[in-house]
Structure formats: C-alpha cells, structure tokens
C-alpha cells in the first residue's frame, strides 16, 4: 500500500470536486465516475455515502476493493477499505469543518453514513 504525498493530501482537502469509481465485476473496468465528499484525517483519504452501506459505489468498493479517484488535479488507482472504530468522531470533525455550510452535512455524520465509511488509499 502506498501513502499520499502531502501535495497530494492539500490538493484533496482543499477540493470538493472527488469523484469515485470502484471497478466493475471484472475487477479492472472502472464503473461509473460517483461525486461524493471527502475529508482528510492523520493524512489519510475518508469517503462516506450518502446512502449509507446500500450505496452502489459503497457496494462496489466493498466487493472489489479497488477502483479509481479523480480530484484536485489527481486521478490514480486506489484501495478501498472499510473504517469503523473510534476514528470515526475525528472523520465527523473534519465533516463539519470542511462542508459546515452544506444543508446536507447532518447526514454525513449520521450512523446511516458512519457505517459506509472507506478509507481511499493509492495503489
């Protein structure tokens, strides 16, 4: 597994323009490119959807484990990992931080999202 570069990380906090697409069954094909917020937490990438676990990108990322991201100037190859644990109220804090002024931030720091939160990591 490979790390982000801190340009890498900048340029991913300061954008909200983060789209995913976890491969297809095939398990090379990336699917359809999902727009979605992200946040950055201890220099790591952390996604959530909006439609909890029954999201199809979260369905996805959970079944291949891999796919592709496009932000910031940034498009590569990256890993997908389930998050739980108490990481999740710092994943929260940067939620409310980075979209405080989104009507649509209360659901991203819901249980319903909270339970469909990946950890983005390059390849």
Do not use: C
Not at 45 to 60: F, L
Not at 63 to 76: F, N, V
């Amino acid at each position: 597994m490979s790390t982000w570069t801190p340009e890498q990380l900048d340029a991913i906090r300061a954008t909200d323009d983060f789209h995913i697409s976890p491969y297809r069954a095939d398990g090379t094909t990336p699917g359809t490119p999902t727009w979605i917020w992200s946040v950055v937490v201890d220099g790591d990438v952390y996604v959530r959807a909006y439609n909890g676990t029954a999201s199809r990108w979260h369905q996805s990322a959970m079944t291949q484990h891999a796919g592709r991201i496009r932000a910031g100037g940034i498009e590569t190859e990256v890993t997908f990992t389930p998050v739980d644990g108490a990481i999740q109220d710092r994943i929260d804090a940067a939620y409310e931080e980075k979209y405080a002024q989104h009507p649509y931030l209360p659901p991203m720091v819901s249980e319903r999202t909270r339970a469909a939160t990946v950890r983005v990591d390059p390849k």
